[in-house]
């Protein structure tokens, strides 16, 4: 068991709470996703109940973690000290003989463990699964995962799925994926960051999260309605109470002081008036307040994006892909006209991202097209000593600038974080900002290597919608399985032997 009391961190730089004397308790059993938008305090909260420390640089924080359990913790990002290592140095002090059922499920041979290959070469998805394997084998009593599906492979995913979903520990995870958390969580912790982040909430129901969703939405509507229906009565009410007033305060004014006892009269009936407006304004103050959420994100390119359809956008072949001496696949072919949206998938490792990078540098120059470019390192495309303000007035006039300040009101940024260094933002801000340049760029054509990966569960519907509306082309690697449902009209799956069509 778990227990969080009185949980309160605030940043240090501007003194935002992001938890305020929160408590939860994680019981056996427990499936518990953190979700909430980019920047609320998920990561940082998960760091916390793993060790204080890991936050202590750039959080004030108060309150208890009670538990005798053994703690295993997945970061969102495997910490760069790493990348010198080998897997062999990694994996030096783990008992692999008595985990091979581990590394069999997550397709880790022990040749591959105890290889000399660094893990900064690994692919994302393969230093996921490392990670997980590593955790896995120290055998924890409970699993604190940070976005585990990052830059997973679908079966993969499938297995990590059957894993939480089926696994005797409690599990507290954060993750944008809605289909993991539809099938895994039986606990939402919601956190919101209300009134431009003024104020926060944390809510907890132990229900599935189709369920929550629709538990949310009903009990919104129920409340607005009600405090409407207040108000609504109230208006009428005080309307009724103006016309006897004003009755009463005209015949007041007229009557003669020769009729002192109607006089008397209406002095009582002045009285029981102005008693009625009390009355109605002491209701006033219990009235229910009109419920408030964080909205998802504002996402939306320009209706006047469109490609031709017998448009040329990529005609692309090569005998081979290869990292280094190392060849991954042969004899690829992808051909894009129009206002395709392609999907490409395949397995950990591939080369799915090494393949984007050698389409985007075929796109990048052309002069018939605009592409825009969202790698899954978004430091190759952002300078992270830039502010928001400064990265995108490098690029637009001061009217776009404006117009970027006002999409960042939409994106849930506040104004220290449009101002504060892009580097010190969540990923999710990172994606936000990547997001932003191709809308202002009026891009027809999209290179997106894991575009929905860093969106909030909340936001993911609009961004996908987003995508799914847009006129130009959308040539995309993607493992999240709602995206590559609704989004892509073509799917490619990568191997050895090179690219080809799945059905859908």
Not at 461 to 475: D, E, S
Request: proline content about 4%.
């Amino acid at each position: 068991m778990l227990e969080l009391k009185n949980i309160t961190i605030s940043l240090k730089k501007d003194d935002r709470v992001l938890t305020d004397h929160f408590s939860f308790t994680l019981l056996p059993g427990d499936k518990a996703v953190i979700i909430g938008e980019e920047g609320n305090g998920k990561s940082t909260l998960l760091q916390f109940i793993y060790q204080k420390r890991l936050i202590a640089d750039y959080c004030n924080c108060s309150g208890n973690v009670i538990t005798k359990a053994k703690l295993a913790y997945l970061p969102q990002t495997m910490d760069a000290g790493c990348n010198p290592l080998s897997l062999a140095e990694y994996f030096a002090d783990s008992e692999y003989y008595m985990h091979t059922d581990i590394l069999n499920k997550l397709g880790l041979s022990v040749e591959f463990l105890f290889s000399e290959q660094k893990l900064g070469t690994l692919s994302g998805g393969e230093k996921v699964k490392v990670q997980l394997a590593k955790l896995l084998m120290e055998e924890p009593d409970i699993l604190l995962l940070d976005e585990p599906t990052n830059d997973l492979d679908i079966p993969t995913l499938q297995w990590l799925e059957n894993l939480i979903a089926g696994s005797t520990l409690p599990i507290l995870y954060i993750s944008h994926d809605e289909t993991l958390i539809e099938n895994t969580a039986n606990v939402i912790v919601h956190m919101e960051q209300l009134i431009r982040k003024t104020k926060c909430r944390i809510t907890v129901s132990r229900c599935p999260y189709r369920e929550y969703l629709s538990r949310r939405q009903d009990a919104f509507s129920h409340q607005e309605q009600v405090a409407k229906k207040q108000r609504d009565d109230y208006e009428k009410q005080m309307e009724k109470w103006r016309q006897i007033y004003n009755r009463v305060d005209h015949e007041q004014a007229v009557i003669s002081r020769q009729n002192p006892g109607g006089a008397r009269l209406l002095k009582k009936k002045m009285h029981a008036a102005l008693s009625m407006k009390k009355r109605f304004e002491r209701e006033k103050e219990n009235f229910l307040d009109f419920p408030q959420q964080e909205d998802a994100i504002l996402a939306k390119f320009d209706d006047s994006i469109r490609l031709p359809a017998g448009k040329t956008v990529l005609d692309f072949e090569a005998d081979r892909l290869m990292i280094g001496e190392r060849v991954l696949s042969r004899s690829l072919k992808l051909q894009i006209t129009g206002n395709a949206h392609v999907g490409i998938i395949g397995r950990n490792g591939a080369g799915k991202s090494t393949l984007l990078s050698l389409l985007w540098n075929e796109l990048k120059d052309r002069r018939d097209i605009t592409a825009a470019y969202m790698p899954q390192n978004y430091a190759e495309a952002l300078d992270f000593s830039m502010t928001p303000v400064e990265y995108l007035a490098a690029h637009y006039t001061k009217a776009e600038v404006t117009k970027a300040r006002t999409y960042m009101g939409g994106m849930k940024f506040t104004h220290e974080e449009m101002t504060g260094k892009i580097g010190s933002l969540s990923g999710g801000q990172k994606a936000k900002i990547l997001f932003l340049e191709m809308v202002l760029r009026k891009a027809d054509v999209l290179v997106l290597d894991e575009p929905t990966r860093n969106f909030s569960p909340l936001s993911s519907p609009a961004v996908r919608t987003a995508l799914l509306r847009f006129g130009g082309a959308v040539i995309s690697i993607s493992h999240d399985r709602k995206y590559l449902d609704e989004v892509c009209d073509k799917i490619y799956e990568l191997r050895e032997d090179g690219l080809f069509p799945v059905a859908p």
